[in-house]
C-alpha cells in the first residue's frame, strides 16, 4: 500500500461503515510502510490489509478489507495469511487481531486461539458537570517516555511511536493522570473518527483514576457521539462506561497465534487503541 491508495481504502472502509478517517490510514502506512498491503484482481484494486510489529514481541493485523463484489473468492484469506507471513519474517513471536464474528470463522481454522473478549459501547458524552480532578492533566510530548513505560507494562509490548502519534492528533482528547509522588497513574488518548469521537487507549491503574481521565474526556466532547473498545476481563471498565449511559454496539474476540508470552495485564486497559491497533 501506498499513500495514493488513501482514497480507495477508504472507499472500502465507508463501505463496511468503520469509523476511521483518511488520517488513520496515513497513520497505519507512518508505523508500517513496508507492512500495508492492497489486493488487485486484473489490475483493479479490491482489499486491504495492514500491520504493525511491535518489536518482536507482538504483530497486530488489521483493516482486512475486500470489496463486496469480489468476497467469497478466498482474497480475505490470502491477504491475511499476507500479513501473517510478514509479521513472522519481522521476527515476532505472536500475531494478534480482534476478530468479529464473521471474521473469527476464518481465523480459527487457521490457527488462532482466544485470549479474550471485547465489546464495543456506543453513547453520547454527558455534559460533565463535575469538576476534573487536579491530578488529571493535559497529555504533553514530556509525557511520552513515562507514558510509554507505564503502557508497556498494561498492553504486553512497547508502543511509544503509536502513542506519540495518536497523542498528536486531538490534543483537547488526550489526558495523563499522575499520583501524589507525580508517577504516572493513567492516561486516555481519543481522535475524532469519521462518525464519532473514539477513546483509546485508555489505561489506568485503577478504576478510580480511570473514571477520573474520562470525566476529563467527556467535558471536551459534551454531546458528541462516543465509541470505546472495553476489554470483557476489566469488569470495573465496563461498569464505568455503562454507567455513563453507553450501550453495547458489537463484539469483538482477540485473538492469538504463536506463542502469547506478554499477555499485559488487561484489568488496567479499560480502552483498546481500537481493534486495528490493539
Known amino acids: 500500500m501506498e499513500t495514493a491508495d488513501a482514497p ?18 496515513l497513520g497505519y ?22 500491520t504493525i510489529a511491535y518489536g518482536q514481541t507482538c504483530g497486530w493485523i488489521g483493516m482486512v478489507l475486500v470489496h463486496p463484489d469480489a468476497r467469497r473468492g478466498g482474497l480475505g484469506t490470502r491477504l491475511l495469511r499476507h500479513a501473517i507471513a510478514h509479521l513472522q519474517a519481522c521476527g515476532v513471536s505472536c500475531v494478534k487481531l480482534d476478530a468479529t464474528p464473521m471474521g473469527k470463522k476464518v481465523y480459527v481454522p487457521m490457527g488462532f486461539r482466544d485470549e479474550y473478549e471485547l ?21 504533553t510530548e514530556g ?10 507494562i498494561a498492553f504486553g509490548s512497547e508502543r511509544g511511536s503509536v502513542l506519540r502519534s495518536m497523542s498528536r492528533r ?7 493522570a499522575r499520583d ?28 478510580a483514576v480511570a473514571d477520573d481521565l474520562l470525566r476529563a474526556f467527556f467535558r471536551r466532547v459534551s454531546g458528541r457521539r462516543v465509541i470505546v473498545d ?49
Open 8 to 25: 480507495f481504502a477508504m472507499e472500502l472502509k465507508n463501505l463496511a461503515g468503520w469509523n476511521q478517517t483518511a488520517r488513520d490510514w
Open 29 to 50: 502506512l507512518e508505523f508500517a510502510p513496508d507492512g500495508c498491503f492492497v489486493a488487485e484482481v486484473a489490475g483493479a484494486r479490491v482489499g486491504t490489509a495492514t
Open 119 to 139: 465489546s464495543r459501547y456506543e453513547g453520547i458524552a454527558p455534559a460533565g458537570d463535575e469538576a476534573t480532578a487536579a491530578t488529571v492533566q493535559f497529555f
Open 180 to 207: 501524589t509522588a507525580q508517577r504516572v497513574s493513567g492516561y486516555l488518548i481519543a481522535r475524532d473518527g469519521q462518525n464519532a469521537v473514539q477513546i483509546g487507549p485508555w489505561i489506568a491503574r485503577e478504576a
Open 230 to 278: 472495553v476489554p470483557h476481563p476489566n469488569a470495573a471498565a465496563r461498569s464505568l462506561v455503562s454507567g455513563s449511559g453507553f450501550t453495547v454496539q458489537r463484539g469483538f474476540t482477540r485473538m492469538f497465534l504463536g506463542e502469547n508470552r506478554h499477555p499485559g495485564n488487561p484489568l488496567q486497559v479499560f480502552g483498546t487503541s481500537s481493534a486495528e491497533k490493539g
Open 170 to 176: 486531538n490534543l483537547a482528547y488526550c489526558f495523563v
Open 143 to 152: 509525557d511520552l517516555a513515562e507514558v510509554t513505560a507505564f503502557d508497556t
